[in-house]
């Protein structure tokens, strides 16, 4: 039950930053230090945040309904959340003038990764 939690969580997560994304892009850019430079700018930002967020959501949304694939769900969250926890850690060694929504998110990707660690492991003893 709990890793279910955990994915609709995850992916609800996703899915408001995605619609906040596209929606409100300047709003949004702004936040993590973008510059949206004409049609370009602002067609990369709707397409790698708006859509591969929305992305995330909807890969892990189909993992509520088939219960032999919840684990994968928590797998895929964990996977993609270590990658991103992994470049975001880099990112802090070889950047300076980071602002605090960007350590923010780092915390976010941070508890979402071990959370889906620790359901795994949970999962591993359990089953």
């Known amino acids: 039950m709990i890793a279910k939690v955990y994915i609709v969580l995850v992916a609800l997560t996703y899915l408001i ?3 906040w994304c596209s929606v409100s892009p300047a709003v949004t850019s702004e936040k993590v230090g973008f510059e949206l430079k004409g049609g370009t700018g602002q067609s990369e930002f709707l397409t790698v945040y708006g859509g591969l967020e929305f992305a ?6 189909p993992a509520l309904f088939r219960p032999e694939t919840v684990t994968y769900g ?54």
């Open 74 to 127: 928590v797998l895929v969250s964990v996977l993609i959340h270590g990658s991103l926890v992994l470049f975001r850690s880099i990112g802090f060694f070889c950047y300076s003038d980071i602002s605090a929504f960007t350590y923010k998110l780092a915390i976010g990707e941070w508890v979402i990764f071990l959370v889906g660690l620790g359901i795994l492991f949970l999962q591993r003893k359990t089953g």
């Open 56 to 61: 995330i959501a909807i890969v892990l949304l």
């Open 17 to 19: 930053l995605s619609i």
